[in-house]
């Protein structure tokens, strides 16, 4: 009987050995078909682990990283990404929101900036309720990224176009505004140059009068 016991135990030994060998190939399967990595941190000695094939994807081995979450903040996110990523942390830390969530860019070893989505919940917990390991994944959405920067440019360029022809619709009402007078005063001045004699005052004035006019509003 006791061996019968044993052999059993085994058996569901090796089956849970294999259930758990196909998950852990699923979950891998899922990550590289998502373009995704996985991150697991003990903050209680604040030891940082990432899969291996999301590191080969941003360049690295296992070895070129830092162990813990300071290193790996000091070394590889964009320092301008931290304070709010620190922010969505706490807030997910002290049960404000049930999901963290942030997006930030990290350093790849070609120095190229990859803007990514990272996710991640509290796993464990002490008994006051201080958060003591989280687990995660990493997206990688530098494509879209590239999209919506491309999308607020060309709205930018639209709106100043747009601006500019207005401004251009304006001055040409103002110019043609303007004109309708000017064309008058030339007019005139022509007329007092034609009339009036060479050598008096006013034919001086009318003169000038007329070649102002033109050069200004040719």
């Known amino acids: 009987a006791k061996i019968t016991e044993l052999e059993a135990s085994q058996t569901e030994a090796k089956r849970t050995e294999e259930a758990l060998r196909e998950s ?3 979950l891998k399967l899922a990550l590289v078909g998502a373009d995704s ?3 697991d941190w003990n903050i209680e000695t604040d030891g940082l682990y990432f899969n291996d094939d999301w ?3 941003i360049g690295y081995t296992k070895d070129e990283v830092p162990k813990y979450s300071f290193g790996w903040r000091d070394q590889f996110v964009h320092p301008d990404d931290w304070s709010i990523l620190r922010r969505d942390l706490i807030l997910h830390f002290k049960g404000l929101v049930d999901i963290y969530e942030n997006e930030h ?3 790849t070893k070609n120095g190229e900036w990859k803007w990514i989505l990272d996710r991640g919940t509290v796993v464990k917990r002490d008994e006051r309720g ?3 390991r989280a687990i995660g994944t990493h997206v990688d959405i530098t ?3 590239h999209v919506e920067k491309a999308l607020k440019d060309s709205r930018a360029e639209s709106t100043r176009s ?3 022809a207005s401004i251009g619709e304006l001055a040409a009402g103002v110019a043609h505004e303007i004109n309708n007078p000017i064309n008058s005063i030339i007019n005139l001045s022509q007329i007092l140059v034609n009339e009036c004699d060479a050598y008096r005052m006013k034919h ?3 003169q000038r009068v007329e070649t102002e006019s033109t050069a200004a509003f040719p």
């Open 24 to 26: 852990e190939e699923r």
């Open 37 to 39: 990595g996985l991150w």
């Open 55 to 57: 590191l080969l994807r």
């Open 105 to 107: 860019r990290i350093r």
């Open 130 to 132: 201080r958060a003591l």
């Open 143 to 145: 494509q879209r990224k």
């Open 162 to 164: 747009a601006h500019l």
């Open 204 to 206: 001086d004035i009318a």
